[in-house]
């Protein structure tokens, strides 16, 4: 990427999180022309090149191999089915996703302009981010409902949470929690939020 200076490789929930995105701003009422991937940052060549045939390469034989993934556990290249992170490891961690945006074209006034959103958290991504994230869409569902707190709350099956509580107000209520802290950067390097 020209904006961010690595080499990425296309992230494997990609399809599905697009799909949702797709559908979150098409509910909302936002603009309808939105293209959206995830791609998996890995910094230079032969490390997008390593990442890019471990994890679909060998990813993939994994997957629908099952000796080889249990000759993998046995020597402990994967680990045991039963085994997950410990406390320790999870809170050692921290989640880190870098968010591009640029008009259609790329350009505005003949200048390629894009918008780089950095968003950092605190915890494991899968376990106490995610865990983070959901506890303020709960508690943004419950005040919405108990207090009419202004948040509009949509219902229905299938909704992310954006469609639920709006975008606004999920940004509002993570930055307020401290879990979580964003940077919003212009192409030309100013800082426009860091919150």
């Not at 045939?53 to 000759?71: A, C, D, M, S």
Request: with cysteine; glycine share 12%.
């Amino acid at each position: 990427s020209r904006a961010t200076g690595r080499w990425s490789i296309p992230f494997v929930m990609a399809p599905i999180n697009s799909a949702t995105v797709r559908r979150s701003i098409a509910r909302r009422g936002h603009i309808s022309n939105v293209t959206y991937t995830e791609r998996l940052s890995t910094g230079n060549l032969p490390a997008n090149i390593l990442a890019l045939t471990l994890t679909y390469g060998i990813g993939g034989l994994w997957l629908v191999l099952p000796p080889l993934r249990n000759f993998l556990r046995a020597i402990n290249v994967l680990p045991r089915e039963d085994a997950g992170k410990t406390a320790v490891s999870l809170d050692r961690c921290f989640t880190g996703a870098v968010s591009l945006h640029a008009s259609a074209s790329g350009m505005v006034g003949g200048e390629e302009k894009h918008t780089v959103v950095r968003v950092k958290g605190l915890g494991d991504a899968g376990v106490a981010f995610t865990a983070a994230c959901h506890g303020e869409v709960a508690c943004l569902l419950v005040n919405a409902c108990k207090h009419s707190s202004g948040v509009a709350v949509e219902t229905g099956a299938g909704l992310g949470p954006i469609s639920a509580v709006g975008g606004e107000a999920l940004f509002r209520s993570l930055v307020q929690s401290g879990f979580v802290k964003f940077e919003i950067v212009s192409s030309d390097g100013t800082k426009e939020i860091s919150l």
